[in-house]
Each structure stands twice: as structure tokens, then as C-alpha cells.
């Protein structure tokens, strides 16, 4: 079994750290974030704003801004280590093996050239076709991305099309270079439900298609369990808890994933929100110890003085809390927790 | 004239954005045609997405845009004729707004006391101790403290501005809030905070709230009744139970199938249904309406549709027989 | 760093008990502020002052100011009075005279040579050439010019004199002084009617911006030197006319600016939030939305003093300037390019003045635009 999985891994992080200079001082956004991600499956990283999310995948695409420095660590992907490549070297990964997809669709193509000629240029650039091979291959990519009406659709500007078409333009371009990993930083985070459903059907669909293996940065759990076979929770530059699915929406651990698991009413909420007190930490001087324990009501003693390591839970489930030393004191998640995660348990019996 | 029951009442409202001159004319009907009330002291949610006029229907409501036609009272009083000073005192000291944008919302410039203060300098309180007593007073309502009055709105967090703006808006003592997006900017642990504590501040003042979002999950939570604005058009209005129980137009349905449950078990399979109304609907022959299909739910629909509706609520009583 | 729970490493293993006490409570309130409150204004000259040459930039804007307020009453001499024995007086400046530079010395050309024993007394330093033109023995001589034409000693002009003997310090800096109120006035003036009228524009926007804008855009379109010369005609040649010259244009820019920062500005939920609050009109342009957008104003302004520094020295160089004998720099520059060639000197220190007052208010106004509005760093 730990030899398969091995086998599968295509890329892997390792104990990355990632510093900004600010005005402020040194902020250090990532903090010994460790993953992998194995063929053919989608990993979900959760989080807050500034909990480090987008700059891991930044530096794993390569684009952190000049002011980042990748303190220690590595990204392991085709017998590479991605933090050492040069800018030159990075041309040959960024956008043909490794395609990305942003936030804001709009900010992502070009304004004022045609979609089309935006998809045959990142189709000549990756696989240095001709153009009238580009052509073709575009126009197939964007019916591939349900794009409707093509040929006229090819000669329009990102303008004329909505936000979710847009979203497939940009899911279109990153699929040109034909990648094996696709990146997707909250890609559906500005569209509406309606469109985002659709977009998140798109990307299971093309990630079915294709084999491609994807890692998916989104705040909004309902998405993660859509999407996500396993979910790697992060929290001031760390990743807190890491499952499948299933471990961390149904047994999680980290104080922090059972917050956040509640604190967002579902439709069949009634009862009083468990937040979360206080604000995120300021990661110029971040806390000693575990760095959630400020803002954590189940906080022992040692978690302001010693970091917690991640205790394994299973072979799959790890989970960075002192409440799973042997000898802390047994804690249940919350109540309102406890029935929710029950309710859904009996939703999805139900359905079946 | 009005209906009583209502504290605020809103009808047949529009609000059309017109750009451009004779052939060019364009006109946006962002607010089409919307009738609708909220009882004293309760939630009224309002949902949408982006571009379905919800925003501009608040807007309208707090006197922001002027309406292009229709009417709207409060307290069985007419809001919506021509604005005089005296009118604006009558809306400013009983309806307040609460933003979205917890960083937009608030004047770079000016610090948390004059924020906040600034709703009873206009009321013509003059006394600075006693501006300061009422500010500190509502600053710990919502959970910030005297401290805080002297600082400047970049020294906060996203909820704690947000938080701001909710004393901003209750230092002035409304009887109405329009909170349009309150949390939709906000992070996840910081939603609930804000939630929380609207809730509270809602019991404890009494509040009527009209509560306009996105988010289905969050409306449902929070509000009483709930009304579904489509391109301008409020489609569907009901009790919460109601309106998530027994869907009854097509965009309802459509809306609700897609919040993405955080349910890794279900999820995946979810059917979710399309909605377009050149398909859903037939308009050629009947022209639709607003139709109470059971007491207090109201759907959109034309006389056929209605029957059908209908029939469809009384087969789902008997199924839950 | 992953481990088992039930395969403990000893370290963690052996923590004491102690350590595992719930200390978290229900009860969590803000962090209290550790920093003092800052404004935005103080943020403002706090990144200004990181920026080194807008620092430099502001002290010698500043050491300008003070030197056309005091030099003129420092040197001794009158700004005005005519000394035409003493014409074109080189640079003499006390101490550094004896390193060789500054030191009153001129090399007269082409002189007979019989006509040396003419010169006063000690005035002849070195003969630099001597030659033969026509079968007449000629010289090039270095004299003490001071001398030569019989200045008393201890007498210095430490920038020499002009064409009629005035000192050239206390002209310049006395035409720095005019150059830097004409600049101030015109400026101030400017922002002022901008202001307003942009605001205004801006603010009420639709037929009410309309007419306002086409109006500047008419005015936009009158001939600024025929305007200028009617001025000067109606008033005469003074500083107020060349104010007004400055001004009649000079505000359009700036009310365009403005008026595109209240229509930026004025749709902003805080400026909705005061609305929906009751807030009067005059309250919201003043105290919201103003304050907001002043930032590019005040950046302007620092810009737009050089750029009237140099009009006036543009009007003064083709006749149209401050009123004779008083001096501004642009009078001192256009006086002195006339003799360039034989006295360059007369040239260049009204050129190095007016060079180092535009460079440093650009740079001074670059570091307020990115200290006043950070997002816009390096732009335009």
C-alpha cells in the first residue's frame, strides 16, 4: 500500500517556508507546509485570507512576488526541485505541465485581444503548433469547456462574455499546454452559485477526462466536499489537520476545523453559531506555540509554549493538536457540531 | 392606503437606470415591479445574485437612488415621494443601513468615534462627553472597547469594521436596519461572529431587518421570510421552513440545487437543476403575476403555472401525511 | 514533524501533566492595541520621511526659502542701485578667492601691451599671451578685476554684478523671493477655485457638470499669451497681473482632477453610509469626501509650483515680465544670456536656482504622491 502510494506521488512539498519583507517586518505567511498530491486525485486546501494558501501555490507555480523569499523546503515534481529552477526552466512547467487557474477571470486575459487568439497563443507558445493547428485545437478546447457557439464565440473579447464563460476561457488557456496538474486558486469565489456549480462540474468533468491531478485553494467548504478527495486545513502558514474528505468533515480533530466547520450555517441550521473569537494572528510576530490557542477555548497550557506536532489519527489523518497527546484531557468536539456532522451522516444514508 | 401589518411595505417599486440618448437610449429595469412587506421585528432576507437588482432594491428603499415608480411606506407613511428635509429626518431616524464592504465602508479619514458619532451630530447632539458616553456604550455592544474609540478604521480587522458599521448604523437608534451583504466579505470564522451578534443586537433592540445576500445557507439562518429576486424581479416570497421545503419557481429551484453542501457524502451526487426562462416559462398567452399558491407563499407565475404549483403543494401534504 | 500517539518520541511523551490543563476560555475579547494610534496623515509623513531624496529634495526647497527671505538683506547691498563702474564685476567670494576660483581675476584680451602701465597699481596678476597684430605688441592679461576697476578692498560680490553694477547675489535671491510668491499665489489660487469648482462639479454631477465642464473647456481654448498680454495691458507689467496671467488657465487642470476624484470617490459606501445617516451635502464634500481625495491635489500642487516658477521666467525672458528694476529669476536669466558668452556667470547662477527649485519640488512631490496614496507607487 505505502509502496503504490509512493509510486503515485507526482508532486510533493516538503516542509515549505515562505517569508515576505514589509514595511512592517518580515511576514511569514508559510510555515512548514508538507503535502503531496498523488495522480488522478484533488486536494483541497482550506483557509482563511492570510493563512498562507495562495503563497504555497505560488511558489509551487513560481510566481511569488519579488519581495517573497522561499526560506527553506522543497516541491519535488518530476525528479525536480521546483524551488531551485530558474525563471528560464520555469517556462517549460508553468502552463504545459502545470496549468493554473485564478480567482478573477477578468484580470486573467488579456482585455483587449480576442479570447481565440488568447487560447492559439498559449497553444503555440506550450506546444509550438502551427496556427492553423492552434485553430482547430482552440476551438476544440473551448466546445471542451462548454463554451457554446464557438466559431463566433473565437472572435470575441473577454468583454462581451460573462463571468463564468470568462472562467472557461481561463480553463480553456490553462488546458492548452495539455498539464498533468491543474491549479485552481478559488476559481469560483467571484461567480455565483448557479455558475459556480457549473464550473466546479466542469473541472470534475475535465479531471475525469484528462487524469489530471488537481490542488484546489478555496475558503468555502461546501466546495471542498464537492470537489475534494482529501483536504489539507491550514491556519497562519500551517497546515493544522490533513484527511480524506470524509475523516476531516466527519471526525475532525484541530479545534480549528471543528470552528470552522460550524461556524458556517448550513440549510438545516438552527442553533446559535459556533465562532471563532478574536482575529486571525499577525504573522510579523506570530504566537509561540500552537498559533490558534489565543482564539481557542479548548487551549491547554502547552499550547502557548511548545508547537504541537501533527499526531497520526490514521494512516491518512493527521492532526497538529495537543489534545491528542495521551495524556490531555478528553475534549468532544462541540455539541452543535456532534449533531450537524450526525444529520449529515443521515442525509447521505438517506439518499441512497 | 397600506396594509397595517407591515412596518415596512414596498409596492409595485422600480428602479430603471437609463444611459444614453434617443437611439442609444438603454434602460436597466434593476428594481422591476417589486411589492413586498416586513412585519415589525421581523427578518426579511432578500436573495440573489449578483446583478439581480437586490443591492439597488435596499438602495432605493433608504432613499440612496430615487425610485423610478411605485411606492413604499413605513409605519404607514409614504418614503417614496418627493425627498424634503423632513422627510429625510423621518427616514434617517428610522431606517439604517449596514454595508458590505467592512473596508469600503468606513472613512479612511476619520477615526472610530467620529465614525460612529457622526449619526448623533447630525441628530444635533452637541455635548462631546456625551457623544463619547453613547459611542463607547455601543462600541461595547459590539464587543470592541473604549480603546478602540481613538483609532483609525485600517488599524482593524475585517470583522471588527464590520462591527463598527453595525454601531454605526444602531447608535441612532432605528427601528429598521437594511444590512446589504454584512458578511459576504467577510472570512469564514469571522461570518459567524458577525451573525452572532446581529442576532443578539436584534433581540435586544427589536429589531426589523431586512437582510439582503447571496449566500442561501445564511439567509435561511437568519431570517424569517425570504424573497428571491430575479433580473430585477422578486419571484418567489415565503416563510423560510417553506420556501426550502416546497421550492415552487423554476429559478428557486435552480438556486437551491446549486449551494455546493459541505456534506462529502453527498455532495458529488447532487442533481442540480438548470434554470432559463425562455424554456421554464410560456408568457405568450397568460401574462404571470404575483400569486399567494398557499398562505404567505407567493410565486411569480401565470394562472396555469399557478395550478400546478398548487397541485404540487397539496401532494407534498399528503406525502408528508 | 509527525509522530505516533502510540509511539511516542520521549521528549513529548515524558511532558508533565501539568502542561495538559484546559487554559482557553469562552471568554475571548480583541487584542488590545499594542501601537499607538496612527493617523493618516502621520502615516502619510512617516513614509515620506523613509524616502531619502524627497528629504533632501524638502530641505533644500526649504534652505531656498530661507536664503530669499534673508540674503538679500545680508549681502549689504541694494538690490537696485546702479554702480556703472562697477559693471560686470566677476564672482568674488572671501576665502575661497585664495584657492584660485571666485577670486575676482578676469583675463582682459587683446590689449596693447604699451597700454599695461595704465592699469592701477597691483592689479596686473599674470601675462597669460603675448602676440603681434598689425606690428603692435598685444597681450592677453589676467588682472584683479576688483582692482582693475578700483573696487575698495574687502568689497565682495560673491556672484559679481550685472550689466549696470547691481550686486547679482541680492538680485537673485530677491528674484528667487518674487519667482517663489508669484509661484505660491498662482498656485494657491489655482487649488482654491479648482477645488471648489470641480468639487462641485464633480459632486452634483449630471447638467450641473455639464455646464461647468464645457465652460472650462472653453476658457481651455483661449490663446494663454494673448490672454497674458491683455493683462499685462489692462493692469501693467506686475506681479499680479502675471498671477492672474497664471491663474485664468492655471485651475482647469486641477478641477478636472478633482472632479474625476469626486466622481471616484462620491459613490464609495462610507459616502453612502453618511448619506443614509442624514448627512448634509457641504458635510459630506468637506468632511468625507474631500479629505479622501486631496491626496493627488496636494501632489499636483507641489508640481505645478515649478512648472509657474518657469511661466514666469518663460513671460519675463520674452519681455513680459515683473516690472524693471525689480528682479525675478526669470528677468535675472533673460538679462543674463545676453552677455553669455563674455559673462557666463551671469547666467548660470540664476539657471543652477531655477534647476535645483524644479528638480527638487518633482522630487519632493513624487515622495508626498507615494507617502499620500502608497497604491500608486511609481506611477503617474
Known amino acids: 500500500m505505502a509502496e503504490r502510494d509512493k509510486r503515485d506521488v507526482i508532486l510533493q512539498v516538503k516542509d515549505l517556508n515562505v517569508s515576505f519583507r514589509t514595511y512592517g517586518g518580515i511576514v511569514r505567511a508559510v510555515r512548514g507546509v508538507t503535502f503531496d498530491l498523488r495522480r488522478g486525485e484533488t486536494v483541497a486546501i482550506v483557509g482563511e485570507s492570510g493563512s498562507g494558501k495562495s503563497v504555497t501555490i505560488k511558489a509551487i507555480m513560481g510566481i511569488l512576488p519579488s519581495n517573497a523569499t522561499i526560506e527553506s523546503g522543497e516541491i519535488l515534481y518530476g525528479g525536480m526541485d521546483l524551488t531551485k529552477l530558474t525563471e528560464e526552466e520555469f517556462h517549460n512547467i508553468r502552463g504545459k505541465r502545470i496549468g493554473l487557474i485564478f480567482q478573477d477571470p477578468l484580470s486573467a486575459l488579456n482585455p483587449i485581444m480576442k479570447v481565440g487568439n488568447q487560447i492559439m497563443e498559449a497553444l503555440i507558445l506550450s506546444q509550438k503548433m502551427s496556427k492553423k493547428a492552434a485553430r482547430q485545437r482552440a476551438l476544440e478546447l473551448m466546445e471542451a469547456v462548454g463554451i457554446p457557439d464557438v466559431e463566433r464565440r473565437f472572435n470575441q473579447y473577454p468583454f462581451q462574455f460573462s463571468g463564468g464563460m470568462r472562467q472557461r476561457i481561463v480553463i480553456a488557456i490553462a488546458l492548452a499546454g495539455d498539464p498533468e496538474i491543474l491549479i485552481c486558486d478559488e476559481p469560483t469565489t467571484a461567480l455565483d452559485v448557479t455558475v459556480q456549480a457549473r464550473i466546479l462540474e466542469l473541472i470534475n468533468k475535465i479531471k475525469e477526462e484528462r487524469h489530471l491531478s488537481v490542488i484546489f485553494i478555496t475558503h468555502d467548504l461546501g466546495v471542498v466536499a464537492t470537489m475534494a478527495d482529501r483536504v489539507n486545513v491550514m491556519y497562519a502558514g500551517k497546515i493544522v489537520e490533513t484527511g480524506t474528505s470524509e475523516e476531516v468533515f466527519f471526525e475532525p480533530a484541530h479545534p480549528y476545523t471543528w470552528a470552522l466547520l460550524s461556524s458556517m450555517p448550513d440549510l438545516e441550521t438552527k442553533e446559535r453559531l459556533f465562532s471563532i473569537p478574536g482575529t486571525p494572528p499577525n504573522m510579523i510576530s506570530p504566537p509561540p506555540g500552537d498559533a490558534f490557542s489565543v482564539r481557542n477555548r479548548y487551549a491547554l497550557r502547552i499550547d502557548f509554549e511548545k508547537e504541537p506536532p501533527l499526531f497520526k489519527i490514521t494512516d491518512t489523518h493527521y492532526a497538529a493538536t495537543w489534545l491528542l497527546h495521551p495524556k490531555a484531557p478528553r475534549v468532544e468536539m462541540p455539541e452543535a457540531l456532534k449533531t450537524r456532522i450526525e444529520r449529515m451522516r443521515r442525509r447521505a444514508v438517506g439518499n441512497e | 392606503m397600506s396594509d397595517s401589518t407591515y412596518l415596512l411595505e414596498v409596492k409595485n417599486l422600480c428602479r430603471h437606470f437609463t444611459s444614453g440618448r434617443g437611439k442609444n437610449k438603454l434602460v436597466v429595469k434593476a428594481v422591476d415591479n417589486v411589492s413586498f412587506g416586513v412585519k415589525p421585528a421581523e427578518t426579511f432576507g432578500l436573495v440573489g445574485e449578483s446583478g439581480c437588482g437586490k443591492t439597488t432594491l435596499g438602495r432605493t428603499i433608504i432613499r440612496l437612488y430615487d425610485p423610478t415608480s411605485g411606492q413604499v411606506f413605513f409605519n404607514g407613511r409614504e418614503i417614496s415621494g418627493k425627498m424634503t428635509g423632513e422627510l429625510r429626518r423621518y427616514l434617517t431616524e428610522n431606517i439604517a443601513m449596514i454595508f458590505q464592504d467592512p473596508i469600503e465602508s468606513l472613512n479612511p479619514r476619520m477615526t472610530v468615534e467620529e465614525i460612529i458619532g457622526e449619526g448623533l451630530k447630525v441628530r444635533g447632539v452637541k455635548d462631546k462627553a456625551e457623544i463619547r458616553r453613547r459611542v463607547v456604550e455601543m462600541l461595547k455592544k459590539v464587543g470592541l472597547n473604549e480603546e478602540h474609540a481613538t483609532r483609525y478604521p485600517h488599524e482593524f480587522s475585517g470583522g471588527q469594521r464590520q462591527r463598527i458599521g453595525i454601531a454605526r448604523a444602531l447608535i441612532v437608534q432605528p427601528k429598521m436596519i437594511i444590512a446589504d451583504e454584512p458578511v459576504s466579505a467577510l472570512d469564514v470564522s469571522i461570518q459567524a461572529q458577525v451573525i452572532n451578534l446581529l442576532n443578539d443586537l436584534k433581540e435586544e ?117 | 514533524m509527525i509522530v505516533d500517539r502510540n509511539n511516542l518520541p520521549e521528549d513529548i511523551r515524558d511532558l508533565p501533566e501539568s502542561c495538559f490543563e484546559i487554559v482557553g476560555s469562552e471568554d475571548i475579547s480583541d487584542e488590545p492595541f499594542k501601537t499607538e494610534a496612527i493617523g493618516f496623515f502621520k502615516d502619510a509623513i512617516y513614509r515620506l520621511r523613509k524616502n531619502k531624496l524627497s528629504v533632501i529634495a524638502f530641505w533644500l526647497i526649504t534652505a531656498v526659502i530661507i536664503s530669499a527671505i534673508i540674503v538679500p538683506h545680508l549681502t549689504g547691498y541694494s538690490p537696485t542701485a546702479q554702480n556703472l563702474a562697477y559693471r560686470n564685476l566677476p564672482p568674488k567670494i572671501p576665502g575661497l578667492e585664495k584657492l584660485g576660483i571666485a577670486d575676482g581675476t578676469r583675463i582682459l584680451t587683446n590689449r596693447p601691451k604699451a597700454s599695461l602701465s595704465e592699469f592701477p597699481e597691483g592689479s596686473i596678476i599674470q601675462i597669460v599671451r603675448e602676440y603681434k597684430a598689425s606690428n603692435v605688441d598685444m597681450v592677453d592679461v589676467k588682472v584683479d578685476y576688483y582692482k582693475f576697476v578700483g573696487v575698495p578692498e574687502g568689497e565682495y560680490h560673491w556672484m559679481g554684478t550685472d550689466y549696470l553694477g547691481r550686486d547679482l547675489c541680492t538680485r537673485l535671491f530677491l528674484g528667487a523671493r518674487i519667482s517663489l510668491l508669484i ?81 471616484r470617490f462620491k459613490g464609495r459606501e462610507y459616502v453612502l453610509a453618511a448619506r443614509t445617516l442624514g448627512v448634509r451635502d457641504r458635510a459630506l464634500i468637506f468632511r468625507h469626501i474631500l479629505p479622501n481625495a486631496i491626496g493627488p491635489v496636494i501632489t499636483r500642487a507641489m508640481i505645478s509650483i515649478p512648472g509657474a516658477i518657469f511661466s514666469e521666467s518663460f513671460l519675463a525672458y520674452i519681455g513680459l515680465g515683473i516690472k524693471p528694476p525689480n528682479p525675478s529669476i526669470g528677468v535675472l536669466l533673460s538679462d543674463g544670456q545676453r552677455v553669455l558668452l563674455q559673462y557666463p556667470y551671469q547666467t548660470v547662477f540664476p539657471a543652477v536656482l531655477i534647476s535645483v527649485l524644479m528638480v527638487s519640488f518633482n522630487l519632493f512631490a513624487n515622495g508626498l504622491r507615494d507617502a499620500l496614496d502608497p497604491t500608486q507607487r511609481g506611477e503617474i
Open chain 3, 183 to 263: 509661484a505660491f499665489f498662482a498656485v494657491v489660487a489655482n487649488i482654491i477655485i479648482g477645488v471648489v469648482y470641480g468639487a462641485c462639479a464633480g459632486y452634483y454631477g449630471g447638467r450641473v457638470d455639464m455646464i461647468l465642464t464645457h465652460f472650462a473647456e472653453i476658457l481651455d481654448g483661449l490663446p494663454y499669451l494673448v490672454v497674458t498680454i491683455l493683462f499685462m495691458l489692462l493692469f501693467g507689467s506686475g506681479m499680479f497681473s502675471i498671477v492672474l496671467a497664471l491663474t485664468v488657465t492655471g485651475w482647469i487642470g486641477t478641477a478636472r482632477l478633482v472632479r474625476a476624484q469626486f466622481y
Open chain 2, 205 to 321: 433592540f427589536g429589531l426589523t431587518i431586512l437582510f439582503i445576500a447571496h449566500n442561501l445557507s445564511v439567509v435561511k439562518y437568519f431570517s424569517d421570510r425570504i424573497g428571491v429576486m430575479y433580473y430585477g424581479r422578486l419571484v418567489e416570497v415565503a416563510r423560510g421552513e417553506d420556501l426550502y421545503a416546497k421550492p415552487l419557481h423554476p429559478y428557486t429551484r435552480a438556486l437551491l440545487s446549486a449551494i455546493p453542501e459541505p456534506n462529502p457524502l453527498t455532495a458529488r451526487n447532487k442533481k442540480r437543476l438548470d434554470y432559463d426562462p425562455e424554456r421554464d416559462h410560456d408568457y405568450s398567452r397568460e401574462k404571470p403575476e404575483m400569486v399567494e399558491i398557499e398562505p404567505e407563499h407567493f410565486v411569480y407565475c401565470s394562472p396555469s403555472e399557478a395550478a400546478r404549483y398548487r397541485e404540487i403543494c397539496r401532494s407534498a401534504v399528503k406525502a408528508g401525511d
